[in-house]
C-alpha cells in the first residue's frame, strides 16, 4: 500500500510541473504574438499610464488648464490650452512625422517586427522583470523575509516541503522503489512489523492472561486452545469413521452407534411404559393395547379397503364419529365409567344459505338424471336452489363425501324400494357415485329391467357394488287383470319381496299413490284375504298393507346383514288456497309462513306406528317431512320439459297441439333437496348420532 501511495504521489509531481511548462508556453507565444501584430510603418505615440510622475510632470500637468487628447489616427491634431502646432501634409510616399511631444510625455520608441519593444523606465519601489524566454523559466520577484522562497520545480525530481516546525517530525521523501517508513511511535504504542507480499504478519504481542494461538497451516488442521480443568477435550473428527460423543452422566443410558444395515435399537422404558413392537417395511405396525374402554379399530392394508368395528345391527362396522361428541382430554380417567352421549337428531334443523355451497357432481355429465327433474339443463335461469344447506339445530353433520361414500360401498349391494320420489333420491345417489368414480365410463354399467321396473346401476372391478330401485309404490300388488274387470289392490301379497333379499341397506318410501283422488286413482277395489272390499277407510288399507309388509321384513331380513331405512313422506307444494304452489317461487319458506299441510297426517302416523311396533327388524326413521315443507322454491315447476318455452309461448296461443303446462311441485330438481336425503343416509349409516321414531 506505501508503494502504491508513494507512485500516485510522483504522478502528481510530473503532473503539476507539465501544467507550469505549458502555462509558460502560453506566455510567451501571447508576447510574440503582440510584437508581430504592430505596423512598422506607422509610427504611434506611446503615453504609458499607471505609473507614478516623474519629477518635473506634476507642475506640467497641473498648469495646463485642459486635458491633451493623442489620436493615431489623426496625428497632427494636439491641443492644449497654451499651443496648437501644425501637422505637415500627409504623403502616401513617406511615413508621417509626429508633432513634438510635450515635455512631460516620453516618445516611445519605434516598434520593430525583430524586436521587442523596450518597456518605459519603471519607479523606484518596483522591480523590473526579467525578460520572457521560451528556453528559460522566469524567476518569480523577491519575497518578503517572513516568506521562505521555495525551490524551483522540476519534471525529474520531487519538489522539496518546507522546513517544518520544531514540534514536526520530518517525514522522509517518497519513492517509487521503496515503502515509506513511517514516523516514529510515541512510547506507549508498539511498532508494528513491515508488511510482506511474501509472509503473514505477525500478530502484536498478547497480555499475560492471553494464549498465544498455533499459526495456521494448510496443510494441517489447527489445534485448539486447551480446555479448563471442567472441560473434556473431544476426539479429534475423521472422515473414516463416526465421531464418539462424551461420556455420559450416570443417569443417563448410551444409545448404540446407528448403522445403515440395522435399525437401531430404543433406549429402555421405564416400568410404566409399554414397549412398541418394531416397525416393517413388510408388515404393518401393530398398536399398544387399548384401554377396556376403546374399541380396537382393525388393522389397515393397503390392498384392501380398512373396515370400520361392527355396530350393534348392521353390517357397517364403521367406527363411532367425533364429529358429534366433545373428545375427552388426556387428563381424565379412562377406566372411569362414561356418561350416556346425547344424539342429535340430525332431522331437526334450518336451511342456511351458502353462497359457495357447491353440488358434489354436475347433473349435465349425470347419465341418472331424467328430463323432469333437470331444471338446469332444461333452461331453469335461477340455481339458487342449489345454494341451501341443511343444518341440524344441535350438531353439524359432515357434508356427503363422494370419494369416501364410494369406498364404504365397496362390494355392497344397495336397493331403494318406492315410489318416483324414491327414485328421485336414487338418481341423487347414483350421480353423486358416478361422479367419483376413477374412468366411469369404463367402470360404470346402467341396466333397466322392465318386467320387475327394476334400474341399477353396478360397478365392476376394483368396487363391485350396486344401486339398484325398484319400482313398489304400494309394496303390495295391483292386479290390472283382475278377472272382475277392475283394478284390485291386493293388501296381503307383496311384490317380487325376493329382490329386496341379500342387500346390505334397504331403503323404503311409500305415501303418495295412496292419497291420489280420481283419475290419478290407482285402485277401484281392495283385496284382503281372499275378499274384495269396496269401500275401506284409506288409513286401515294402508295399515294393512304394512302389516304385511314388516311382517315379511321381520322373517326374512336379518338385521346383522341388512340396514334398513324407512323415508317419510316428502311434501307437496299445489295448494294455490293457501299460497302454496311451486309456480315461480325463487326462495324457500320463511319461519313465520307456516306450511299448511295438505297430505292426511293419520296416513303419517300409520306408518310411524307400524315401523315402532317392529321388533326383529330394526327400522331407522328418515324423518325428513319437516325440512321438505320449506323448500317451495326447490321444485321442477314448469322447468319440468325442456321445451317449456315453446310450450308456455304456444299455450298462450290456445294452441291445441300443446297443452298448459302444469307445474310439477311434487318432485325435486337435481342437484336439490334429494341430495340432502343422502347426506342424512351418509351420516346415519357411518356415524352413529341419529334419533328415529323408536327412540324419541
Known sequence: MELISTIKDTWKIFLLGGIISCFMLLLLLHANNENASLNPGHARTSVVGNFPQLSG?????????????????????????????????PSIFSTPSPPPLPSNFVKAPEPSIFSTPSPPPLPSNFVKAPEPSIFTISSPPPLPSNFVKAPKPSIFSTPSPPPLPSNFVKAPKPSIFTISSPPPLPSNFVKAPEPSIFSTPSPPPLPSNFV??????????????????????????????????????????????????????????????????????????????????????????????????????????????????????PSENLNAPKKAEKKCNIYDGRWVYKADAEPSYCPLKCPFVEEKMSCKKNGRPDLEYEKWVWKPRDCDIPMLNGTDLVERFRNKRIVLVGDSLNRNMWESLCCTLYSHIPYPSLKAQIYYENLHGRTFLKVKEDYNFTIEFIWSPFFVELNKTHESGKKVLVLDKLVNPELWLN??????????????????????????????????????????????????????????????????????????????????????????????????????????????????????????????????????????????????????????????????????????????????????????????????
Open 57 to 89: 510632470e506634476s507642475e506640467a500637468i497641473t498648469s495646463s488648464s485642459s486635458s491633451m487628447v493623442a489620436d493615431d489616427i489623426n496625428p497632427s491634431i494636439f491641443t492644449t490650452s497654451t499651443m496648437i502646432a501644425k501637422a505637415p501634409e
Open 212 to 329: 498465544k494461538a498455533p499459526e495456521p497451516s494448510i496443510f494441517s488442521t489447527p489445534s485448539p486452545p486447551p480446555l479448563p480443568s471442567n472441560f473434556v477435550k473431544a476426539p479429534e473428527p475423521s472422515i473414516f469413521s463416526t465421531p464418539s460423543p462424551p461420556p455420559l452422566p450416570s443417569n443417563f443410558v448410551k444409545a448404540p452407534e446407528p448403522s445403515i444395515f440395522s435399525t437401531p435399537s430404543p433406549p429402555p422404558l421405564p416400568s410404566n411404559f409399554v414397549k412398541a413392537p418394531e416397525p416393517s417395511i413388510f408388515s404393518t405396525p401393530s398398536p399398544p393395547p387399548l384401554p377396556t374402554n376403546f374399541v380396537k379399530t382393525p388393522e389397515p392394508s393397503i390392498f384392501t379397503t380398512s373396515s370400520p368395528p361392527p355396530l350393534a345391527s348392521n353390517i357397517f362396522e364403521a367406527p363411532k364419529s367425533t364429529v358429534f361428541t366433545t373428545p375427552s382430554t
Open 503 to 696: 342387500a346390505d341397506v334397504l331403503i323404503f318410501n311409500s305415501g303418495h299413490h295412496w292419497n291420489q283422488m280420481p283419475p290419478k286413482k290407482a285402485w277401484d277395489i281392495f283385496e284382503y284375504k281372499g275378499k274384495l272390499i269396496e269401500k275401506l277407510p284409506l288409513h286401515q288399507a294402508l295399515t294393512r298393507a304394512l302389516r304385511t309388509w314388516s311382517n315379511w321384513m321381520e322373517t326374512n331380513i336379518d338385521p346383522k346383514k341388512t340396514t334398513v331405512f324407512f323415508r317419510s313422506v316428502s311434501v307437496e307444494h299445489i295448494s294455490a288456497f293457501y299460497k302454496q304452489h311451486c309456480g315461480s317461487r325463487t326462495q324457500p319458506m320463511r319461519d313465520d309462513e307456516p306450511y299448511k299441510f295438505i297430505f292426511p297426517r293419520n296416513l303419517m302416523h300409520v306408518i310411524e306406528n307400524v315401523i315402532k311396533g317392529m321388533k326383529n327388524t330394526q327400522v331407522k326413521y328418515m324423518n325428513i317431512t319437516k325440512s321438505t315443507e320449506y323448500r317451495i322454491d326447490a321444485h321442477p315447476s314448469i322447468y319440468r320439459f325442456n321445451d317449456w318455452k315453446i310450450r308456455t309461448i304456444n299455450s298462450n296461443k290456445n294452441d291445441k297441439r300443446y297443452q298448459p303446462i302444469t307445474p310439477d311441485c311434487g318432485h325435486w330438481c337435481l342437484p336439490g333437496v334429494p341430495d340432502t336425503w343422502n347426506r342424512l343416509l351418509y351420516a346415519s349409516l357411518f356415524f352413529d348420532n341419529y334419533v328415529d321414531v323408536s327412540t324419541s
